[in-house]
């Protein structure tokens, strides 16, 4: 079974400019989830989709970030414009469903650095 | 805003050492899960707890879930360089259910 794929592995850019994510859920996994983790520290969560639809992005910064899963399968996250602040890996995982013990399988993620 | 709280932040061990892992919440969580995560690689699955007081056994690694299903524990028995990484907890259920809420994780070095 193929896993959760990211695309770009590695991303660097100016402050200000824009950026995007790709994400690839495993097939038949409804739910899909951005995070956000910062070095040495645990994931945050930016966005939670149940198929195409959005269940939580009260953490997403929503002046500057964006984020979509049209059709419910693939996603993308954007930035625009990118703060230095926004330096860290942004990891995407999926699962089976939403359920109260919710196991999430994650890419390997993006690191994008802002410079 | 339900939060965990993991000790230690880091841990730097010899070969052989036994260790535990502590994530701690004022919060009831429905489960915990423990994740591994090393660099350039996103976090794995290592167990789900659901029950209070439940404990799980994987190997060397054994998980215990709080009678109160606010905290949990991570023991590693005989510690092995190839259990360098970083240990993450994360809750699910509670008041956001569907999701998960991470605590800032163990980075553990084990040297041989």
């Known amino acids: 079974e193929a896993g959760v794929a990211q695309s770009p592995r590695y991303k660097i850019i100016e402050k200000r400019q824009s950026v995007a994510f790709w994400c690839n859920p495993i097939s038949g996994h409804a739910t899909l989830y951005w995070y956000q983790q910062i070095l040495g520290q645990g994931p945050k969560l930016l966005i939670q989709f149940q198929n195409n639809g959005v269940v939580d992005d009260s953490q997403l910064p929503k002046d500057r970030f964006s984020a979509e899963r049209l059709k419910g399968v693939d996603s993308t996250l954007k930035i625009q414009p990118a703060k230095l602040e926004d330096s860290a890996v942004y990891l995407c995982a999926s699962s089976l469903q939403m359920t109260y013990y919710n196991e999430q399988f994650f890419g390997p993620g993006t690191r994008l650095t802002v410079l | 805003t339900q939060l965990l709280e993991q000790s230690p932040q880091f841990l730097s061990i010899q070969e052989g050492e036994n260790l535990t892992v502590y994530c701690n919440s004022s919060?009831?969580?429905?489960?915990l899960q423990w994740y591994r995560q090393e660099p350039g690689e996103g976090p794995v699955l290592l167990v789900t707890?659901?029950?209070?007081?439940e404990v799980k056994k994987l190997k060397r690694l054994t998980f215990q879930f709080g009678d109160a299903r606010k905290d949990s524990s991570l023991h590693i028995t005989a510690a092995q360089p190839g259990d360098t990484g970083l240990y993450l907890c994360?809750?699910?259920?509670?008041?956001?259910?569907?999701?998960?809420?991470f605590g800032q994780g163990t980075i553990l070095t084990v040297h041989p």
């Open positions: 994360a809750g699910a259920g509670g008041t956001s259910y569907g999701k998960l809420t």
């Open positions: 707890v659901v029950t209070g007081g």
């Open positions: 919060s009831v969580f429905s489960s």
